[in-house]
């Protein structure tokens, strides 16, 4: 494991070996936290590539407060959801209620006929919800941050975020469990 | 949805549990299953991932902009230094000559579009010059 501090010093210093290193590390945390909230694969490279050219030019801001991990999370998860509002991808929202009436609509038979996988029918499912709850799913299932590290990078208070992640896997069960 | 059910549930897979499962009932184990499947499917990588090389492209990237800009500050260097000589040799040759001095600033005010072209002339010239070669770079690199 590389240390991070040492990592960081050599960037600073314009080690390009450093920071090619210190993306290797990193591309597949932003990937994860990018992957859900843009539904197009060539959208999330260009948000990938963004977010460390602005991690190269913002790391002498970084003062080691928090995981380096946590910080480029928050750094690619605000470059995801500027992208998405930049080229109105989809709504981004800010009501809660607008959340908590959120159901799945329906599938045509010809449609779960054409479901042959579970883990995409789950992913297109996940896809389908509204970014928050994609969000939340992400961050904590796939790139296991805690709710206090998700309150960090997205700024939504923890308690909301618990009722959020309460809330997206209970609907996916349900409709999981229907689909089975 | 029972909610109460699926938050007990929920909270016990978050705790990776080592008491026993809060349910009994086959409806509850049912449920549980549900959630473990669900839980287990949400902590699986995806299968795409971002193309070879990522980190390289990247890197390259950067320092494309970092030369930008390093030519973009010699260039203005150059210009700066241009202006400066002019300004000192006419300095000088008032000293030495207010006449001689006075012609030549004449004849750099007829002339003086001729100037400003050889001056964009040669911050063309270097600009094509290093774009041409970052594209050779590139091309090898790849």
């Not at chain 1, 990938?48 to 801001?61: A, G």
């Not at chain 1, 609509?105 to 995409?120: A, C, M, S, V, Y």
């Not at chain 1, 590290?149 to 409709?175: C, D, M, V, W």
């Not at chain 2, 008032?94 to 006449?99: H, P, R, T």
Request: proline share 4%; with cysteine.
């Amino acid at each position: 494991m590389v240390d991070e501090r040492e990592l960081v010093a050599r960037v600073l210093r314009q080690d390009y070996n450093a920071f090619e290193e210190l993306v290797n590390q990193y591309q597949q945390l932003v990937l994860y936290v990018v992957f859900r909230l843009a539904k197009n694969q060539q959208d999330r490279e260009d948000i990938c590539q963004e977010v460390f050219i602005k991690v190269h030019k913002n790391l002498h801001r970084f003062a080691f407060e928090s995981k380096l991990s946590t910080w480029i999370a928050t750094i690619a998860y605000q470059t995801a959801i500027n992208y998405i509002k930049k080229f109105r991808r989809e709504p981004v929202p800010n009501e809660p209620l607008e959340l908590d009436s959120f159901y799945f609509t329906e599938e045509t038979p010809e449609q779960l006929l054409g479901i042959q996988d579970e883990r995409e029918y789950l992913h297109q499912l996940i896809l389908q919800m509204p970014l928050h709850y994609r969000t939340v799913l992400t961050l904590y299932h796939l790139n296991e941050f805690s709710l206090a590290e998700i309150q960090g990078i997205t700024g939504i208070p923890e308690g909301t975020l618990k009722s959020y992640l309460f809330r997206a896997r209970q609907l996916l069960k349900t409709k999981l469990s229907q689909h089975r | 949805m029972d909610d109460t059910r699926d938050q007990l549930l929920q909270e016990w897979l978050d705790r990776a549990p080592d008491s026993p499962p809060p349910a009994t009932t086959s409806d509850e184990q049912a449920d549980l299953l549900a959630y473990q499947t669900l839980f287990s499917q949400l902590e699986t990588p995806p299968t795409v991932g971002l193309p070879y090389g990522f980190a390289r492209r990247v890197r390259q990237q950067l320092e494309q902009r970092a030369h930008r800009r390093s030519d973009v500050r010699f260039y203005l260097f150059c210009v700066g230094l241009f202006v400066v000589s002019v300004l000192g040799g006419y300095s000088l040759l008032v000293l030495v000559d207010a006449e001689l001095a006075r012609q030549t600033k004449l004849v750099v005010i007829q002339h003086s579009g001729a100037l400003l072209a050889g001056i964009v002339l040669f911050l063309g010239i270097q600009l094509t010059n290093s774009q041409w070669v970052q594209q050779q770079v590139n091309a090898w690199g790849r």
